[in-house]
């Protein structure tokens, strides 16, 4: 029987190990423990409105995107995502009535289970993979030949084995490379290295989401402005008042609006004291409960928040069935990069990619044939404190050529490195990277970086 290991226990992850297990592949989970899924709070959209249609989502993502943006990976994401979804309710998932708001949508259409969608989405997914064998522990390398990979070097309890397979990492970005984030703190671009050290080609590094309404690491769902939450200063006046889409701007420009006005002395609150109190606490029951936690009645008082590291745009570059420059190795969901977010993710986009993504790599990795052989290629060891403090300080939401040389003279981390330099290979401005040494935009280029290259190559696909 073939042999599928699934590096990460994600939606994709799962999702992928669900449907290879349909396949008829022996099929094995690994993974340290969290998920950047489970933390996903607003939900995942889908044109499924009675006055939505595909063409408007896939216009909404081509919009947030920024010029970046694969035209034929978006379609995929669209009109499969909507079979994706119907599939799980079909398999039993159900879904809240009547559908959110979030920022850059021009419609209603985001699917939500209260305000951890995320949450149970992977609880039912666990349900449906409960008889696929899983084991905790870190991933710290792969067995590779002559471009091929052939299985992973596995490290538990302080010991480390072999296991022959063909491979697909699902195993989340590298927003836990950044001191303040929203996911969990094993999420520091394992995968990414992964693929790099056997020399598969890594795609847009230099695109990383900030989220802008984050209190103590902790996100406040876009879903709530969606509802009317505004972000205000110390003063009270709006943040976004003068741009057209106003708090539903996209979050790039939001974070950036917000960390330059930061640097001039503002402080930024969330005021969703507007929003009918029984409503809040019914919709928004999780993040109430934790901001009440945290000290702060979200129905009585602003909430101060600040940008943090959200979600990896770039990633490990693939075609439209997860496969990588690699024979043998297969990547979906965030820690992979076809190019439907360009250079920046429209909200809730990604729990719809794990879906449809992780479905195409299912169909491609399950026709591979295992191998036993190959030397193994390992990534070393995890990113540092010191290192997510100089990516959060010279590689943050406003970058700059000085800034970005001081910290590639500081970092020890190799993922660290290969996004400064990425962002240093930009000169111009887009989407979640922004220069203020080259604020205007550029002819529309990936870049793309290699283990058998010395620097970044940047051309259109």
């Known amino acids: ?61 081509l919009q947030a995107g920024n010029g970046l943006c694969d035209r034929h990976a978006v379609n995929v994401l669209v009109k499969e995502g909507f079979e994706r979804v119907t599939e799980l309710t079909e398999l039993g998932l159900k879904f809240d009535e009547g559908l959110g708001r979030e920022a850059v949508h021009s419609r209603n259409r985001i699917l939500h289970i209260g305000d951890f969608t995320g949450k149970n989405m992977l609880s039912f997914m666990e349900e449906l993979t409960q008889d696929i064998p899983r084991e905790e522990g870190r991933v710290v390398g792969l067995l590779t030949e002559k471009e091929q990979c052939n299985g992973i070097i596995f490290e538990r309890n ?56 984050v209190f103590k690491n902790f996100l406040l769902s876009e879903a709530l402005r969606g509802e009317g939450a505004l972000i205000v200063n110390q003063k009270g006046d709006r943040l976004m008042k003068d741009y057209p889409l106003k708090e539903l701007s996209g979050r790039d420009l939001t974070a950036r609006v917000m960390q ?50 959200h979600y990896t745009m770039g990633g490990v570059h693939t075609d439209l069935n997860g496969r990588t ?38 169909n491609a990795a399950s026709k591979e044939e295992t191998r036993n052989a190959g ?35 500081k970092i020890s981390s190799k993922l660290a490195e290969l996004v400064m330099a990425s962002a240093l290979a930009r000169k111009e401005s887009r989407g979640t990277h922004y220069r203020e040494d080259y604020p205007k935009q550029n002819k529309p280029l990936h870049s793309f970086i290699r283990i058998d290259r010395d620097e970044v190559i940047f051309r259109v696909r």
Not at 30 to 47: L, N, R
Not at 336 to 348: D, E, F, K, Q, V
């Open 1 to 61: 029987m073939h042999r599928v290991v699934i590096v990460g226990s994600g939606l994709a992850g799962l999702f992928t190990a669900f449907r290879c297990a349909n396949l008829g592949c022996e099929v094995l989970i690994v993974s340290e423990k969290g998920s950047s899924s489970e933390k996903a709070q607003g939900g995942i959209a889908a044109a499924v409105g009675e006055s939505d249609s595909t063409a408007l989502h896939f216009n909404d993502t």
């Open 158 to 213: 302080g010991n480390v084995e072999q296991i022959p397979a063909t491979v697909v990492l699902a195993s989340g970005g590298f927003s836990a490379l950044y001191s303040h984030n929203t996911t969990h703190q094993n999420i520091t671009g394992d995968g990414l290295l992964l693929a790099y050290h056997a020399g598969a080609e890594l795609k847009d590094l230099e695109f990383g989401q900030f989220h802008p309404t």
């Open 260 to 309: 330059q006005k930061s640097l001039n002395g503002n402080t930024f609150f969330l005021d969703a004291t507007g929003i009918n109190h029984d409503f809040l606490k019914s919709r928004f029951s999780n993040i109430y409960k934790e901001c009440l936690n945290m000290g702060v009645d979200l129905a009585k008082e602003l909430v101060p928040i600040a940008p943090a590291a």
């Open 325 to 362: 420059s690699i024979n043998g190795l297969f990547a979906c969901g965030e820690v992979a990069c076809t190019g439907i977010h360009g250079s920046n993710r429209l909200s809730s986009n990604s729990l719809l990619e794990a879906l449809v993504f992780g479905a195409r790599a299912s």
């Open 375 to 409: 030397e193994p290629c390992l990534i070393g060891k995890v990113p540092s404190e010191e290192t997510k403090e100089i990516m959060w300080k010279y590689c943050g939401v406003i970058r700059n050529e000085n800034l970005l040389k001081d910290g590639l003279s």
